[in-house]
């Protein structure tokens, strides 16, 4: 192989690497912040479960660390997922045995740790771009754990009505409504980040992101914005209809999609951001 295509292999390489481990970190971050808002009556099994969950989700981040820029962003970030992996495998360890009146106290630190990570990963990925590119990586990245995390935790709770039947649909219908939420969010944040770039292209700053997302390469800009974002919109408008009827079974089967539709908006998102350079 040529040097020239080694350096192309490894390039993609690093970006694929780099990729997943902001979804990964993203995803399990979002699980631990809804940790702090669903009912403790839906029971100790299911927050072990999600703490379990997100504890193997930061450590399976950490396989792809390596691809992360350097910088004092970078490690920053780093420090903040060691702080938030290593609270909540204490908070997954202790629930329902020990240390239940310090528990809220370590989810509490889980959840600053996370967001210390969400924070200098977005300067980091954006470094050397104007400010205002760099508050709309933060406000990306911080919106798209929420919604990752929003979506996967209803699918799961959802579930959990089968564990426990008497569980009222309310956890649901609060659980759905902060997914919803996150969503609205989420869409304006890269409504406002797809308006910026192309407001803001002077020529001689390379390819206008107009002609990128009218280019052939940018069906991975619409595509993103079906499956990771009008889907999910769709289908989560769906499931609060049917939880206020408190069909819950039909409600979860409806999550399911929904989720697998935000991990696919999500990952092209990241590799929109490592492309293109605009936090979508």
């Known amino acids: ?13 690093s970006d694929s690497q780099l990729i997943l481990y902001l979804f990964l970190t993203h995803l399990g971050l979002g699980i631990i912040f809804t940790l702090a808002v669903v009912s403790r009556e839906a029971g100790v099994k299911f927050f072990r479960f999600n703490a ?14 390596g691809a992360a820029e350097d910088g004092l962003a970078a490690r920053a970030a780093f420090v903040g997922l060691v702080v938030s992996e290593a609270a909540i495998a204490v908070y997954w360890a202790t629930i329902g045995r020990a240390l239940a009146r310090v528990r ?6 889980a959840c600053v740790a996370g967001l210390v990570v969400l924070v200098t990963q977005a300067v980091a990925a954006s470094s050397g771009r104007p400010m205002t590119t760099q508050a709309l990586t933060v ?8 919604l990752l995390g929003g979506a996967c935790t209803a699918m799961i709770l ?23 939420a996150s969503m609205a969010v989420r869409i304006a944040v890269v409504a406002a980040a797809v308006v910026f ?7 001689g700053l390379g390819p206008s992101f107009r002609h990128y997302i009218l280019s052939v390469s940018g069906v991975f800009f619409w595509q993103r ?6 889907g999910p919109a769709l289908l989560s408008y769906m499931t609060w209809e049917t939880a206020k009827i408190r069909s819950t079974q039909s409600a979860t089967g409806i999550l399911y999609v929904d989720f697998f539709t935000v991990v696919v908006g999500e990952v092209l998102a990241k590799y929109l951001l490592l492309a293109t350079h605009v936090p979508v």
Do not use: C, N
């Open 1 to 13: 192989m040529s040097s020239t295509g080694r350096r192309s292999t490894d390039g993609l390489e």
């Open 52 to 65: 379990g969950l997100a504890a193997l989700l930061l450590a399976a981040a950490f396989a792809f660390r």
């Open 104 to 109: 809220p106290a370590i989810l509490a630190l």
């Open 139 to 146: 406000a990306s990245f911080l919106s798209s754990a929420a």
């Open 158 to 180: 959802g579930h959990w009505y089968l564990v426990i039947p008497s569980l009222h649909a309310s956890h649901l219908q609060s659980m759905v409504k902060i997914h919803m």
């Open 197 to 203: 770039a192309i407001a803001t292209w002077q020529p």
């Open 225 to 230: 914005v079906l499956f990771g974002l009008a």
